[in-house]
Each structure stands twice: as C-alpha cells, then as structure tokens.
C-alpha cells in the first residue's frame, strides 16, 4: 500500500473491480444468445432489434439514467422486486449499479460476439450437420471455439466500458461509499475536495489501464481478421 494515502481509496478500486466483473459475466450469459440469433436469424425486424441493443452507444448517460431511475424507482418494477427483501428501490444499490451497467455496457459485448458468429459463416455449421451433430452441439463444438476472439474482445470491452462508467453511476448509484462510489465518481469527488494527488493517483492507473484495454483490442482484433480470412 502507498504510504500517505488514505485508507478509503483503496474502497471504490475494489468495489469498481466487483461490478466490472459481476456486469461482465451477466453481459456473457446475456448476450451470448442475443449475439448469436442476431447472426443467424432470417427476421426482417432483427435489426430493429439490433438498434435497441446499441442505443446505448448514442443515448447521453443523463437520458438513460433517467429511464432507469423510474424503473428501479419505488413507483418501478425495481422497486416491486426490492420490496421482495423489504426495500423500496433498486436505485441507489450495488444491486442497481450492477442492472445498469449491464444495461448500458450490452453494446459492447454483443457486437463484438455477434461479428465474431458472422465471420463463421455457414460452411463449418454445415459441415456439422453433416456429420449428425444437432444444432446445439455445433453450436457448443463448432461456433463457440470459432467464435472466440470475439468473446475475447466483448468481454475486454464489456469489462473496460463498466470500469469507465461515470454519468450513468452517479445518477443511479449517487456516492455511498462501500455501496455505489465507484472508481470514476471517487476520481471526480476527490477533484471536488482539491485532493489533486489522490486524484492523479486513480486517474493515472485509469490511463494505464486504457492503455493496456486498447493495446488488448488491436491484437484480438488481428486475430478476428485471421478469422475472417
């Protein structure tokens, strides 16, 4: 541990590495199906679909943040299911931290595990049926270890975009500490309290850590040209 630095800002790295990895496994298992019937289904609304998926790219974090205080809000179905334990909102929670972030980070894994099934192709898939294999298992033998580079970048990205979250947490998570102050809001109060070194600390590991996310894309992203290839 450094020496001089106080003890509290060690909190929110942690607890921004919780969320990161809780949103990132969800945004797997969640988008892992969306992924793959985007890619391979025939719908003519699919792209429709596809829109609403990446709205988050495009929305400002204020209006999605809005949306998403009314539904985890006490009038919301957040606050339905938090009256399930005996609360009355998701907002303000890890638990809602968590719900929009993986919200808000959707884009960022999908697309790269949908562009990943897209590279496939038909022929592999078609060779597996030939060969008696049901859907599901070329599904889990055939596109799956094809398909890994993409799973690589999404989870990288899903992971990185959730670490960098700010307008989207502040609004839905506000500055409980050990509960919902993350890395980016502990960074802006610490710039609020003139505390500039605290602040350069987290902000230089920020950087470094973008540094090491980007450097993280370019090679996937020449493995996935291989791919296509």
């Known amino acids: 541990m450094m020496s001089g ?13 919780e969320l990161a990895v809780i949103t990132t496994v969800i945004l797997l298992i969640v988008g892992t199906p969306v ?14 679909v596809a829109a609403v998926v990446a709205m988050p790219l495009v929305l400002p974090p204020t209006v999605l943040g809005f949306y998403l205080l009314v539904l985890m809000g006490p009038d919301g179905p957040g606050g339905a299911l938090a009256s399930l334990w005996g609360g009355r909102t998701l907002a303000f929670t890890f638990g809602g931290l968590v719900f929009g972030s993986v919200i808000y980070s959707m884009p960022f894994v999908v697309q790269p595990i949908r562009n990943a099934f897209d590279a496939i192709g038909d022929r592999p898939l078609e060779v597996a049926a030939t060969l ?19 799973f690589l970048a999404g989870a990288v990205l899903g ?8 307008g989207i947490v502040l609004m839905i998570g506000g500055n409980i500490p050990g ?16 505390q500039w070194r605290e602040a350069n600390i987290l902000a ?19 493995r996935t040209a291989r791919l296509r290839g």
């Open 179 to 194: 509960s919902t102050k993350v890395l980016s809001v502990a960074i802006y109060d610490y710039v609020e309290t003139s």
């Open 204 to 222: 230089g590991g920020m950087a470094a850590f973008a540094f090491v996310v980007i450097l993280t894309m370019m090679i996937l992203e020449k």
């Open 5 to 17: 630095l106080p003890p509290d800002i060690w909190q929110p790295v942690s607890l921004t590495i």
């Open 159 to 166: 992971f990185a975009h959730t670490v960098g979250e700010f």
């Open 35 to 48: 992924a793959w019937w985007l890619s391979r289904s025939k719908a003519p609304w699919k792209e429709g």
């Open 132 to 150: 008696r294999a049901s859907p599901m298992k070329a599904f889990w033998t055939v596109a799956m270890p094809l398909a890994r580079p993409g």
